[in-house]
Antibody, heavy 118, light 110 residues
């Protein structure tokens, strides 16, 4: 059974870069599928951030595209999120998830809260 | 601003049926599959329906999905108090080359 676990700082200062890593166990990223990031501001709805294929092909939310990079490290069975120039509006729970395609996320990480504050 | 539109809330009595609509456009729902997610308080979302109307193993047949043109609907029959949650539709948008979620619908079981 696939398991995903996010890791990274829970507190980021404004204007800095938010960095999270998702470690996958029970399934090899190299075997296929897309791998995505989704966030949820406190008390609000889900927001799709982007997805990456194991080959490295990426898709990003138009609203975040200028600030986001998603990368994959198949040797570590991990994929990562970097969000640059963060503001308080980027405070959210950040989930990583496996995407079968067409926004079909069948397995999710626990989702840590990342707070942007000085 | 979500490209998929859902009502903020719906309610129905225990044991009854409820439907949750999701409205989109030709570039998302009209062209691509729709997924539905259930999010219980304090937990990660869980997929209930994928590819418009398919249920993953373990999801009871009380949950169903349908689609027509640029709208999709999640149906829940035999409502239980444990069904109280937020429900989200999701679909790929071909014009944007991006995924998207609806704004979410809070279900209250009376």
């Amino acid at each position: 059974q696939v398991h995903l676990q996010e890791s990274g700082p829970g507190l980021v200062k404004p204007s800095e870069t938010l960095s999270l890593t998702c470690t996958v166990s029970g399934y090899s990223i190299s075997s296929g599928y897309y791998w995505g990031w989704i966030r949820q501001p406190p008390g609000k709805g889900l927001e799709w951030i982007g997805s990456i294929h194991h080959s490295g092909i990426t898709y990003y939310s138009p609203a975040l595209k200028s600030r986001v990079t998603i990368s994959v490290d198949t040797s570590k069975n991990q994929f990562s999120l970097k969000l640059r120039s963060v503001t308080a509006a980027d405070t959210a729970v950040y989930y990583c998830a496996r995407d079968w395609g067409a926004v079909n996320f069948d397995s999710w990480g626990q989702g840590p809260l990342v707070t942007v504050s000085s | 601003q979500s490209v998929l539109t859902q009502p903020p809330s719906v309610s129905a009595a225990a044991g009854q049926k409820v439907t949750i609509p999701c409205s989109g456009s030709t570039s998302n729902i009209g062209t691509n599959y729709v997924s539905w997610y259930q999010q219980l308080p304090g937990t990660a979302p869980k997929v209930l329906i994928y590819e418009d109307n398919k249920r993953p193993s373990g999801i009871p047949d009380r949950f169903s999905g349908s689609k027509s043109d640029t709208s999709a609907t999640l149906g829940i029959t035999g409502l239980q108090t444990g069904d109280e949650a937020d429900y989200y539709c999701a679909a790929w948008d071909t014009s944007l080359s991006a995924g998207g979620f609806g704004g979410g619908t809070k279900l209250t079981v009376l």
